[in-house]
C-alpha cells in the first residue's frame, strides 16, 4: 500500500472528528426544538391527505360500480 499522507506524517485526524462533535452537540438542541414544533400539524395534515385518498378511492368506487 502507498503511503498517502505526504510529507506530513503525523497528521491527527482526532482533531476534525472533535471539532464535528462538538459542531453537531452545539446544533442537536436547536434542530430537536425546531423540528418537535411542528408536529402537532404535520400529523393533522397526514390524516387529511389519507382521508382524501379515502373519499376518492370510494367515489371511483361507486362510480365504476
Known amino acids: ?3 498517502t499522507q505526504g510529507p506530513q ?3 491527527d485526524p482526532a482533531g476534525s ?3 464535528f462533535r462538538a459542531f453537531v452537540d452545539e446544533a ?3 434542530g430537536r426544538q425546531q423540528a418537535a414544533a411542528p408536529a402537532g400539524p404535520r400529523i393533522g395534515l397526514i390524516v387529511g391527505v389519507v382521508v ?3 373519499i ?3 367515489v371511483a368506487w361507486l362510480a365504476l360500480k
Open 9 to 11: 506524517g503525523n497528521y
Open 17 to 19: 472528528t472533535q471539532m
Open 28 to 30: 442537536a438542541p436547536q
Open 1 to 3: 500500500m502507498a503511503n
Open 56 to 58: 376518492v378511492a370510494a
Open 52 to 54: 382524501a385518498v379515502v
